[in-house]
């Protein structure tokens, strides 16, 4: 919201900053008529900076061209009244699911980064992007496939020349809460392509070190899954220190399904598979972890169940040999708004 509020305030100058940010901006807004049922359209925010172009620029191709690879609808979109009609073969104004209005939001997004990426007066302003995690309803496919796209146009935004030949990059910040589509997008703009220039980008997670202190901002690295292995982190310290609660085989139970599905498995076994003491160590995840065993009403761990969930900890991290953090230096953590 500052990052906005910096770019619209009064007295700054003219705007810079296109938003895809649904939390800041109501960009489209399903028009149901549940009454007859027959008008379903989507309302264009006619007064955002977002959609200011569209009137100036034939995107209906470009969006259609997008929109081909993801969905098998089309639509029509009414300039004069600002509105967006769909159909599907001999069926007229069809109402799309949430995933799928999704989907052509993204694909009127994609069409016109390409034209602020060709320098069109429509969008001369603009000298970054703030992207905000609209993917929620999208299933793991489109997710991905949509992420693939997006980091190409993202390149070519990375690598922009301006009238004169000289750089003219457009700076993008991206968040997403969404794990897979921020891995795919990091691992897509990382690789070092031989006809294409690198792409300097860095990665953060929004991190607090206890329920009281401040969020900061920490450097990720290379490893787009970092706030995974954070956790793994906190547990060997939590281990370290005695403060055990149950909600903490919660915790290992999570971080082990979530490295079963990164390797293809849909069994968190796979990750205790060959361990000597693997029955023990799965019924013992099954039976501990609840979902009664709230953070805000921590129940300290029996004696019995500090040391098994140490044998399973240290097994887990001896066999998949992850590179743990200090997470918590003896430094003050700069407050992510100073």
């Known amino acids: 919201m ?37 008008d379903r359209h989507l309302t264009i925010n006619e007064n955002s900076s977002f959609c200011k172009g ?16 993801y969905a098998d609808f089309d639509f029509d979109i009414n300039y004069g009244k600002w509105v967006v009609t769909f159909r599907k073969g001999d069926n007229e104004r069809i109402k799309i699911s949430r995933g799928e209005e999704k989907i052509f939001i993204w694909c009127i997004f994609m069409a016109i980064c390409e034209r602020v990426i060709d320098g069109h007066p429509s ?27 997006l980091a190409v146009l993202l ?32 691992n897509e703009l990382g690789r070092t392509r031989d006809d ?46 005695g403060t055990l609660y149950t909600y903490h085989f919660n915790a290992l139970r999570s971080i082990l399904e979530k490295t079963a599905s990164f390797l293809g498995h ?19 995840l099954n039976l501990l972890s609840h979902g009664k065993y709230a953070i805000n009403e921590p129940v300290e761990m029996v004696d019995d169940n500090k040391e098994l969930f140490r044998r399973i900890l240290d097994d887990v991290l001896d066999r998949f040999q992850f590179a743990l ?9 700069q407050r992510a708004n100073s």
Request: proline share 4%; aromatic share 10%; with cysteine.
């Open 123 to 149: 969008y001369q302003w603009v000298k970054h992007l703030y992207i905000d995690d609209p993917i929620s309803s999208l299933d793991d496919n489109n997710a991905i496939a949509i992420a693939c796209d």
């Open 325 to 333: 953090p200090e997470l918590v230096s003896e430094a003050t953590p």
């Open 155 to 186: 390149r070519k935004a990375a690598a922009r020349r301006g009238a004169d030949g000289e750089r003219d990059p457009l700076r993008t910040i991206f968040s997403s809460h969404h794990a897979l589509f921020f891995n795919v997008i990091c």
């Open 54 to 69: 569209l009137t100036e620029l034939a995107l209906d191709e470009a969006i259609a061209g997008y929109l081909s690879r």
């Open 196 to 241: 294409q220039e690198k792409v300097n980008i860095k990665r953060y997670f929004l991190h607090r070190p206890d329920s009281e202190g401040a969020f900061t901002l920490r450097a990720t690295g290379d490893t787009p899954y970092f706030q995974h292995v954070a956790i793994l982190a906190e547990l060997r310290k939590c281990l370290q220190v």
């Open 2 to 38: 500052e990052f906005k509020d910096q770019g619209k305030r009064k007295g700054r100058g003219t705007p810079d900053t296109l938003y895809f940010n649904a939390y800041t901006e109501d960009l489209f807004v399903w028009h149901n008529d549940l009454d007859g049922d027959t």
């Open 266 to 284: 849909q069994d968190l076994r796979v990750c205790l598979a060959g361990l000597q003491d693997e029955a023990l160590y799965h019924r013992a």
